[in-house]
Each structure stands twice: as C-alpha cells, then as structure tokens.
C-alpha cells in the first residue's frame, strides 16, 4: 500500500504501530521551495490494520518559506497505549549549520497535539544534537533519545528526554 500521494522526492521511511493494529508512516518529501532552496520536510499519514485511510498523507513541517534551505530528516515515530504518536526528527538550518532534534505529537487520528517543539537550541555546527529515536511506555510517556556532538571536546555523547502523553518534558 502506497502512503504517500506526491511526486516529489521522498525517503527516510518511519512506521510504527499502535495496540490497535493502525499504521503510522512517517517520511522525508524534498523539494526546491519558491526562493529556490532544495528542503525537506515531515509527512505522515495513518492506516487502520485494513489499510483504510484514517488520516491521508499530511504535512508535519513546512519548509516552503525557509530561506536559505532547512532539512527536516530521519523521523522516528512511536504510539502509546493511549493511541498518542510521537513523531520526531532532526532539523537542520543551513544558516547556521545547526541540527536539533524536534519531535510532535498527534492524537490517534493524526491531528496535530503539540508541535513541531524543539528538544535542544543549539545555534552553529559546533555542538550537534541528531538522530533521535522515540520509545513509547507502558503507562503512556515518551522517551526521545539523541546524539550530542560537542566538536570542542570530540566526543558524542546520548541525551534523552522523558514526554508525558500530550508531548510536555
């Protein structure tokens, strides 16, 4: 079953699934936006387990006004009990050469919760935060874990952040 619907450049595919047997697909769409930026952004989309169309495929970030480009890359998506998602992903501005990771809620039906949030503010390329992965537990929280580089020491260490059910720290 195809979840998504364009014909723009598309990647980086994410899946998860809830107790109840939907679907969620996550991915990347890249395009060159109206200022002439190449950019990337989140789109999802929700199926029952029948592969009926709960929420078709939708936009998660909007990059079309970005000047210069912004790549929002690699989601990770995850469903709590509750029937919540996370969906989160590195940002990336060219500006500065920043990565952060960001991550959004939706209700079980795909409608936006909380979001687009950044976990971290960092500002140039000399500290990183990507790559995140999310984990949803059994009482309903969200666990997003991430790479922090700090290039003035050479090292990468691993960050987390613990988020109740509607997305709060």
Same mark, same amino acid.
């Given at each position: 079953?195809?979840?998504?619907? #364009? !014909? +723009?450049?598309?990647?980086? %595919? ?9 679907? $969620? +697909?996550? *991915? /990347?769409?890249?395009?060159? +936006? ?10 999802? %989309? !929700?199926?029952?387990?029948?592969? =009926? ?16 480009? $912004? ?17 989160? *992903? =590195? ?6 050469? @920043? ?17 687009? =949030? %950044?976990?971290?503010?960092? !500002?140039? #390329? ?11 537990? @059994?009482?309903?929280?969200? !666990?997003? =874990? *991430?790479?922090?580089?700090? #290039? ?5 260490? /691993?960050?987390?952040? /613990?988020?109740? @059910? #509607?997305?709060?720290?």
């Amino acid at each position: 079953v195809q979840a998504s619907t #364009s !014909i +723009n450049y598309e990647d980086n %595919a994410a899946v998860a699934t809830g107790q109840d047997g939907d679907i $969620v +697909n996550a *991915w /990347v769409q890249g395009y060159t +936006n109206s200022y002439g930026h190449w950019v990337w952004e989140i789109h999802y %989309a !929700i199926r029952d387990y029948n592969g =009926t169309v709960i929420k078709g495929e939708t936009t998660l970030t909007d990059n079309s006004g970005a000047t210069p480009a $912004v790549l929002d890359y690699n989601p990770v998506a995850a469903v709590a009990p509750n029937g919540n998602i996370v969906v989160a *992903w =590195t940002h990336e501005d060219s500006s500065n050469d @920043s990565r952060n990771p960001y991550y959004a809620v939706l209700d079980g039906n795909g409608n936006l919760l909380r979001g687009p =949030t %950044a976990l971290t503010e960092n !500002i140039s #390329s000399s500290i990183r935060d990507y790559d995140p992965t999310v984990a949803a537990t @059994s009482d309903g929280r969200f !666990i997003v =874990t *991430w790479e922090h580089y700090d #290039s003035s020491e050479g090292i990468c260490d /691993v960050y987390y952040a /613990v988020l109740d @059910s #509607s997305g709060q720290i």
